[in-house]
């Protein structure tokens, strides 16, 4: 997307620039809430209250989740002891679940309709608490780690959904109040399971089948929640308020569901998230370490009483859902602010969670006030982390940011039962937890540096996703200066083959309905600099964009839906299908309209009568003439906004070449801007209208063709690769002296 500037850079007096910019990047952060005013209204005077009962429907579905999962980890012990299982058989039951909801559930929560969601949320939360319910129906370990393996999957694809509402369920001004109360519905399902495990250890001693069952009853109770959910288009509001704020058209890029690997690449290539990651682990760290394996390894050593380490999760969910309740409209404020006030929220959580952790382990019996430290610094760390991060990405992006994310607290929480379960296996006595717990709070001394990194890149992170970064103002300022978009740009472009840098910093731009050729000597990055312009590569740095739209990290396939095609030279024929099978496959690129494909080949068949008449012959069988005419019809029938041809006239005859470019040329005259890269200066010259040279990965020279047709010592220096070091001999400033080179 891009915003309305003004036409021509003397609408606006240079003085005005920096205002300008300046009241163009408030609107776009006040549209997401990022207003600076800091008066909080009461919670039913700000949200709707459409939005207020997904907010409770999502609390009910967290708390449904976490109710038997927590009775489940507090019973362990005696539903190993009951079932003749070994309590390592049942802990390692619950990690595979876990494992399973990270690998299998996150990646497949992406691929749920954008509007279905509340229907998938139904499902996957209702069906969870069901298998809750008949976990212990069956006194078998098949069955029982059938049913724990099946929640671990249906968590894994239902909380990316659940989280990902939670952001879109009200106006961004309210996010932080309705995101804490939905983490709250997690602290209320903790608390519940374990008063259900005391219940069945401590209280009326109902044992631990009858507690799975009292918890699974509950947890359905609670998944019925779910039924208050309404479908909201994702992104919310926010979209709408973005477009309307900055004079915006509707995005062609937004309406493109990303595949999960592109999604992947595009959410991990942001800073703040690379940052982010690192500290959900921190905080998967601190809620494996304080929820699980104190209170279970503690109980196993006798230094808590029969029960007491139910009532002390109990204790700490509930004073921490309390501290939640009471921070959430500070935590407004912080948004309100700047998303740097809200970052640095994430390492104070995390610095109470690990006092939490090392004050557990200095201070025993008595685990209670350390825990729920530990647990309310968590919490907060979490909420702010999870606007942080969500607030940075576009909101196609978000389901698959949360499943990585949630892939990574698993992997904290996992790492954290090993190393402190063995350090306190190895070490033993009555210094085990002191020392495990101070080697757990660690990883905090780590975390500390790499939060300073996400505070400062939160800021211009979320300025590049609203489009009011440095380089979108000055892609806008260029096209407000020349009046048009181009229809392929690139700027900045890096690019390596693993330590090998090929391309740097390459910048360059077609027009609409222009010709341009990329030429120079072999092996100076023109082919490459293709496959990044196509997708087929992701660069390091810099950004492309099609007709104006940022696909930096849109992969090759909708690119070519967005208007790109590419024709490799010698390779855009499939020999094994006839002509007609292969512009067929040609057509199914774009879909399956089948009347639009035969009208295209058609069409094909009259600009190229040769290929018509070996309509029935194999690809493979073509002349390399025929095959070039072959490939080149794509664009008759793919209709694209540019077409990128590689070496096309390459081992081909003069007079095969000469039928080619008038060819070209015919496609060009259709509407479609070409760029080519030839190893022949003179013909490539002779069909376009611009030109680039590179040499060594760079872009050393831009000119205009007929000018550098005219000039032929310039030109056999570019070709050969002559590009002096000093300004006196270098043939661009010869070029524009008027010199000879």
């Keep these: 997307m ?18 300008l910019e300046a009241s163009v990047r408030d609107a776009a952060r006040t549209a997401v809430g990022i207003s600076g005013d800091i008066t909080i209204p009461k919670w039913k005077v700000a949200v709707p209250s459409s939005a207020r009962r997904r907010v409770l429907g999502l609390s009910l579905v967290n708390a449904s989740v976490a109710l038997p999962l927590t009775t489940l980890l507090l019973l362990s012990p005696e539903i190993a002891r009951d079932n003749n299982w070994t309590t390592t058989t049942v802990g390692g039951t619950i990690i595979a679940a876990a494992i399973l909801a990270g690998l299998v559930g996150a990646p497949l929560s992406d691929r749920v309709p954008f509007n279905r969601r509340t229907a998938a949320s139904v499902i996957f939360a209702v069906n969870s608490a069901v298998f809750a319910l008949l976990m212990n129906l069956i006194p078998a370990f098949g069955w029982f780690l059938l ?48 008063a259900c495990a005391w219940i069945a250890i401590a209280g009326i001693d109902i044992g631990a089948g009858q507690a799975l069952l009292l918890s699974g009853i509950l947890a359905v109770v609670l998944s019925l929640g779910s039924l208050l959910l309404t479908e909201t288009k994702i992104g919310g509001a926010e979209p709408d308020r973005l477009r309307r704020a900055m004079g915006q058209v509707d995005d062609p890029v937004a309406g493109l569901r990303p595949s999960w690997s592109e999604s992947t690449l595009r959410v991990r290539s942001i800073p703040t998230v690379k940052f982010a990651l690192t500290s959900y682990v921190a905080i998967g760290w601190c809620a494996g370490a304080a929820l699980i394996v104190p209170v279970i390894r503690l109980a196993q050593a006798r230094e808590l009483k029969e029960g007491t380490a139910a009532l002390v ?45 090392l004050l557990i382990g200095l201070v025993r019996p008595v685990i209670s006030p350390q825990l729920a430290l530990a647990t309310i610094g968590g919490f907060l760390a979490w909420v702010a982390l999870d606007i942080t991060m969500l607030s940075v990405i576009q909101p196609e992006d978000r389901p698959t940011a949360v499943g990585i994310s949630l892939f990574s607290a698993i992997g904290g929480s996992l790492l954290a039962l090993l190393v402190i379960s063995a350090l306190s296996s190895l070490i033993g ?74 391309l740097f910093d390459v910048s360059m731009r077609i027009n609409e309905g222009e010709m341009v050729a990329l030429l120079g000597p072999n092996g100076v990055g023109k082919t490459t600099l293709l496959r990044v312009l196509s997708g087929l590569e992701s660069p390091q740095a810099g950004v492309i964009r099609l007709a104006g739209d940022n696909v930096t990290d849109i992969n090759a396939s909708k690119r070519v839906a967005l208007g790109l095609s590419q024709i490799v030279g010698g390779n855009a024929v499939f020999g094994s299908m006839t002509v007609y099978e292969n512009l067929m496959m040609y057509g199914f690129s774009l879909g399956r309209d089948r009347a639009s494909i035969k009208e295209g080949i058609e069409e094909a068949f009259q600009v190229f009568p040769k290929i018509a008449d070996r309509r029935n012959q194999l690809g493979s069988t073509l002349s390399g003439g025929e095959q070039q005419m072959l490939g080149l019809s794509k664009a008759l029938i793919t209709k694209p906004k540019i077409l ?30 070409i760029l080519v890269v030839e190893q022949s200066v003179n013909v490539a010259l002779n069909l376009v209208d611009r030109c680039y040279f590179m040499e060594k990965g760079e872009i050393v020279y831009e000119g205009n063709a007929k000018d550098l047709l005219a000039q032929p010592e310039l030109v056999q220096a570019l070709s050969l690769g002559g590009h002096p070091n000093t300004a006196e001999s270098d043939p661009v400033t010869l070029a524009k002296s008027g010199s000879p080179a």
């Design 2 to 19: 891009s915003r309305s500037l003004p036409t021509s850079p003397t609408d606006v007096g240079v003085e005005e620039i920096p205002t």
């Design 313 to 357: 999760i109990t204790i700490a969910s509930a004073v921490a859902f309390l501290t939640l309740y009471l921070v959430a409209r500070g935590l407004e404020k912080s948004v309100r602010r700047s998303p740097e006030a809200l970052a640095a929220v994430i390492p104070l959580g995390l610095i109470i969670g690990f006092a939490g952790l």
């Design 147 to 194: 049913v724990a393996l099946a929640r671990g999957v249906l968590f894994g694809l239902g909380a990316p959904i659940w989280r990902t509402l939670a952001f879109d369920s009200t106006v961004p001004e309210a996010r932080a109040r309705a995101i804490a109360r939905t983490h709250m519905g997690t602290l209320i399902g903790s608390a519940l399971g374990g």
């Design 644 to 673: 990128v041809v590689d070496e096309f006239s390459l081992g081909l005859a003069p007079i095969v070449v000469g039928e080619l470019l008038e060819m070209v040329r015919q496609l060009n005259a259709r509407g479609t801007a």
């Design 429 to 502: 006595g009555s210094a085990a937890y002191a020392v495990a717990f101070a080697v757990a709070s660690l990883p905090m001394i780590l975390f500390w540096r790499r939060s300073k990194k996400l505070i400062r890149a939160v800021g211009p992170d979320l300025d590049a996703r609203l489009g009011v970064d440095d380089e979108t103002q000055d892609f806008d300022e260029a096209v407000a200066e020349s009046g048009a978009v181009p229809v392929l740009s690139a700027r900045n472009i890096d690019f390596a083959y693993g330590s090998v840098q090929v």
